[in-house]
Every structure is written in structure tokens, then in C-alpha cells.
């Protein structure tokens, strides 16, 4: 299973930006995709963006607008760039692999996750 890394997280205040990254070995060289999600206390855990083997994109309505999900295939890596942040973005931003159209190898469980808090 791909092991992953996730940093980027942060606390600002509502309107800022921060940037998440997810550091995947094999990422690239197996066509893996990329899922990012977020959890509060007490609720399930929220899709909220993906991007497939060759950059297709999706977001979440509550997201979309204001949150851009990129790949870097030279580094292995995902990012998630959050601006316009609101309060209710507050959350643990945890990513995941896909497999979209890559290999069986694009099997990740869940990283330690990165905590995101949003001031008002």
C-alpha cells in the first residue's frame, strides 16, 4: 500500500489561503488519482476533491470556487489549494489514493491527516 505524507495545515483567518500537500510514493510511475477529505468531531468524514490518473478534477459544492486540487508528477505529490477559507472549513484534511486508471498499487489507507483551522 502507498504510505503518504500530509502537511500543509494551519490556522488563519477567514478569507486566507494555505496550501496541503500529500506526498505519495509510486504516485506517479502506477497512474494513481488523488482524494482529498475532511472530518469534524462528530461527523463522517467529507469528500471533497479528487483528481484522476491525467488531471481530470472534481470538488464538492462546498468547495468549489474557492479550493484547486493539483498533482506534481516530478515530486509524487498532490496538493490542495484552499482560498476564501471560511469558520466551516475548520476540519482534518486527510488525502488518499485512487486508483482512477492506474495500477492495483494505488491503495492507501488513511495518513495522520493535517488539521486546517479557520478563524472568523
Known amino acids: 500500500q502507498v504510505q503518504l505524507v500530509e502537511s500543509g495545515g494551519g490556522s488563519v483567518q477567514a478569507g486566507g489561503s494555505l496550501r496541503l500537500s500529500c506526498t505519495a510514493p509510486g504516485f506517479t510511475s502506477h497512474r494513481c488519482g488523488m482524494n482529498w477529505y475532511r472530518q469534524t468531531a462528530g461527523k463522517q468524514r467529507e469528500w471533497i476533491s479528487s483528481i484522476g490518473t491525467y488531471g481530470t478534477t472534481n470538488y464538492a459544492d462546498s468547495v468549489k470556487g474557492r479550493f484547486t486540487i493539483s498533482r506534481d508528477n516530478g515530486k509524487d505529490t498532490a496538493y490542495l489549494q484552499m482560498n476564501s477559507l471560511k469558520p466551516e472549513d475548520t476540519a482534518m484534511y486527510f488525502c488518499?489514493?485512487?486508483?482512477?486508471?492506474?495500477?492495483?498499487?494505488?491503495?492507501?489507507?488513511w495518513g495522520q491527516g493535517t488539521q486546517v483551522t479557520v478563524s472568523s
Open positions: 488518499k489514493v485512487g486508483q482512477f486508471a492506474g495500477t492495483p498499487y494505488c491503495v492507501s489507507n
